[in-house]
């Protein structure tokens, strides 16, 4: 590990930060106990967010993923670790990754190889119920979660930190190194980073960072679930969408509705004016506390909507007939291969707002022709390469995005997305291949 770290700054700065944290317990309880009236899970287990775990597994390898973004790059990992005859514990902090690992590691779990558990608050007394539990063999910090207790915690513990599928976004990367750069500094306190691409590789190694492997994105060796595609198709004729075009409006955030909504009214205008059938739309919000704030949304506008939750069940399976439908509104978890199965086109959502576009390896994993907006700051590995590849468009206001959407626009070759996919495969090996190589320097 960087001798450097911690600098004289940051031995200040953690006690401080460790005050602060302190102080706030009453806050974050309230904050926590607040949440479960919506979801009560975050009010479960609360003892595991204070070091205290009543299942040890010693040894096991640590795999931290915030939510369920997170845990769904880190499985394909996770399956290869435990096909080494490695235990894995995965810390979360939202019930959305928590529940998405005990249910798809359910087997793995009941076996005793799996334990899915809260991270600790940023307390060092915290961590160290952390380590007493599972002292992990080492750790792996999915995307990019820079926490200061958690560094520090796991260099006084001799615990092997590391960044895994990691990028460095553009505007991330500006701001650390142009501004006070505590955060940048942070980042040298991990024993080192697999990272997405060679430009992250430069990224992180600008800001101190050593120990640093090209390992790609995990997202494309995530499996594809054979059910949730069948039952898209499925639904898709259920809907008499056969021969209609359909297209998936996919992790819409907050900011982007009325630009979406504008985009449905003129692609169906444009198909009626040009006699042809206007298309199915698949709304997909990202967070659902939107969901009925743009069911609402959607209905004022005069479009015919039906909602997941009220036409289908939870198999995705129909109620009842089939309705007459302008929009459906996904408005459900882990269910995204199923729309995505169903649609022609995929617009990513995010990209126009400044917070940036989300992943693009769903839609590209079933070979849908894909479509983000100008902000891809959050996922320029893959879509830099994607973009330059013809098999994304990356569209830079919204009158692309209604062109996009018209008759007439072209999609790139089925061909050619399963060539880019395919070549862009194979994170998961490299991974499991730079581990050992990483972990090797951090004893030199």
């Not at 793995?108 to 060092?124: H, M, N």
């Not at 002292?135 to 796991?154: H, Q």
């Not at 479509?371 to 330059?388: F, K």
Request: glycine share 8%; aromatic share 8%; charged share 20%.
């Amino acid at each position: 590990m960087a001798a450097a770290f911690p600098s004289a700054r940051m031995r200040l700065f953690l006690p401080v930060w460790s005050l602060l944290w302190t102080l706030g317990l009453p806050l974050i309880w309230l904050y926590l106990r607040r949440r479960a009236r919506r979801d009560p899970d975050y009010g479960r287990h609360l003892d595991e967010r204070l070091g205290r775990y009543p299942r040890q597994m010693p040894c096991a390898v640590w795999v931290h993923a915030v939510s369920l973004g997170e845990i769904r790059s880190a499985l394909p990992l996770i399956r290869a670790l435990l096909a080494q005859g490695e235990k894995v514990v995965t810390t979360h902090f939202t019930p959305a990754g928590r529940r998405e690992a005990q249910a798809v590691l359910a087997d793995a779990i009941a076996a005793g190889q799996v334990c899915c558990v809260w991270i600790p608050l940023e307390l060092q007394w915290a961590y160290r119920g952390f380590f007493r539990a599972f002292s992990p063999k080492y750790g792996l910090v999915m995307e990019i979660e820079v926490w200061p207790r958690m560094i520090a915690a796991c260099r006084r513990a001799g615990v092997p930190l590391f960044m895994c599928n990691a990028q460095y976004p553009s505007k991330s990367h500006a701001r650390d190194t142009t501004r006070l750069g505590l955060r940048a500094e942070l980042m040298t306190g991990f024993a080192g980073a697999l990272v997405k691409s060679d430009l992250q590789a430069r990224r992180f190694a600008s800001v101190g960072v050593t120990n640093i492997a090209v390992t790609g994105e995990l997202r494309f060796d995530q499996p594809v679930p054979a059910r949730l595609v069948a039952n898209g198709l499925a639904l898709r004729d259920w809907l008499g969408a056969g021969a209609r075009p359909v297209v998936a409006l996919a992790s819409v955030v907050e900011g982007e509705d009325p630009l979406m909504l504008d985009a449905i009214f003129a692609a169906r205008a444009a198909h009626m004016a040009a006699g042809l059938a206007p298309p199915l739309f698949l709304y997909i919000p990202r967070a659902p506390e939107r969901f009925a704030t743009v069911a609402a949304l959607i209905a004022a506008l005069g479009l015919v909507c039906g909602q997941r939750s009220a036409l289908l069940d939870a198999n995705l399976q129909p109620k009842g007939p089939a309705p007459a439908l302008d929009v459906l509104l996904c408005d459900s978890l882990g269910e995204m291969y199923a729309w995505l199965a169903m649609a022609d086109r995929v617009v990513v959502g995010g990209g126009f707002t400044p917070k940036g576009s989300h992943n693009i390896s769903e839609p590209l994993a079933l070979g849908r022709p894909v479509m983000v907006g100008p902000d891809i700051h959050t996922i320029e590995y893959p879509a830099v390469e994607a973009v330059a590849a013809g098999v994304c468009r990356h569209l830079q206001s919204p009158g692309d995005l209604v062109a996009a959407l018209s008759p007439g626009a072209t999609d790139p070759d089925p061909a050619a997305i399963a060539a880019f996919f395919a070549a862009h495969s194979g994170a998961v090996a490299k991974t499991l291949d730079a581990i050992p190589r990483l972990l090797a320097a951090t004893r030199r």
